[in-house]
């Protein structure tokens, strides 16, 4: 499984614009990169997958540069409830669980 | 409201004690899995079932089980544990294919927080 690394912390304020960035340098041909947002005491969110390029949605943007070595995960305009764990996992198909790392833990201050 | 509940939501227990946790599925998923997650580390994977069948078993002690009756209900029984088995345990489910193909995301439940004494 290929190993993540991400920031330990990051800390924001109100309606800044947030990105974390994931390396993932022995990417397999077939990994799909995916985040997850964690409140404390509760389980992990999905928020957004990707393969190559840009993936949208309305609670974030991923992107992935061609060599897919890294991520960045781009949350607009972070609020205060955006305060939590976010975690880079990569995998792929099959019959295999996800493997989380240590993720980081994003601290958004008014 | 995420399609995966858990009950208990918090449990103490002796370490002479069995008890056992259930996780349900409300989203016709094939796959679920147990994960603990311990005071400030990341979510560890204990056990995988696929179309019922345990496909993983992270090398986790026998004093935790795990059982999975059919593909909605998945249990963790627990007997004889140890204060450093104190954690928060989260039960996931994911639509998996045979085929392969885009990585289904997996739905966690709100976790069971558990204390041995």
């Known amino acids: 499984l290929a190993k993540t690394t991400q920031p330990i912390s990051m800390d924001s304020y109100e309606g800044q614009e947030v990105n974390i960035t994931c390396s993932h340098n022995?990417?397999?041909?077939?990994?799909?990169i995916t985040w997850y947002q964690q409140f404390p005491s509760q389980g992990p969110r999905f928020i957004i997958q990707?393969?190559?390029t840009k993936v949208t949605n309305e609670v974030a943007s991923l992107f992935i540069p061609a060599d897919r070595k890294s991520s960045t995960l781009s949350l607009p305009r972070v609020s205060l409830s955006d305060t939590a764990v976010y975690y880079c996992?990569?995998?792929?198909?099959?019959?295999?669980?996800?493997?989380f790392g240590s993720g980081t833990r994003l601290q958004v201050q008014p | 409201e995420t399609g995966v509940t858990q009950t208990p939501r918090h449990l103490v227990m002796g370490m002479t004690n069995k008890k056992s946790l259930k996780c349900e599925q409300h989203?016709?998923?094939?796959?679920m899995y147990w994960y603990k997650q311990s005071a400030k580390k990341p979510l560890e994977l204990m056990f995988v079932?696929?179309?019922?069948?345990?496909?993983e078993n992270n090398s986790v002690p026998s004093r935790f089980s795990p059982e999975c009756p059919n593909s909605s209900h998945l249990f963790l029984h627990l007997h004889t544990l140890q204060p450093e088995d104190s954690a928060l345990y989260l039960c996931?489910?994911?639509?998996?294919?045979?085929?392969?193909?885009?990585?289904?995301?997996?739905?966690f439940g709100p976790g069971t927080r558990l204390l041995v004494l």
């Open positions: 996931a489910s994911s639509q998996e294919t045979l085929a392969g193909g885009l990585r289904e995301t997996q739905y």
């Open positions: 022995n990417i397999a041909t077939n990994d799909y």
């Open positions: 990707g393969y190559k």
């Open positions: 996992l990569v995998g792929s198909t099959g019959r295999r669980a996800l493997t």
């Open positions: 989203l016709g998923h094939n796959a």
């Open positions: 079932y696929n179309f019922k069948e345990q496909t």
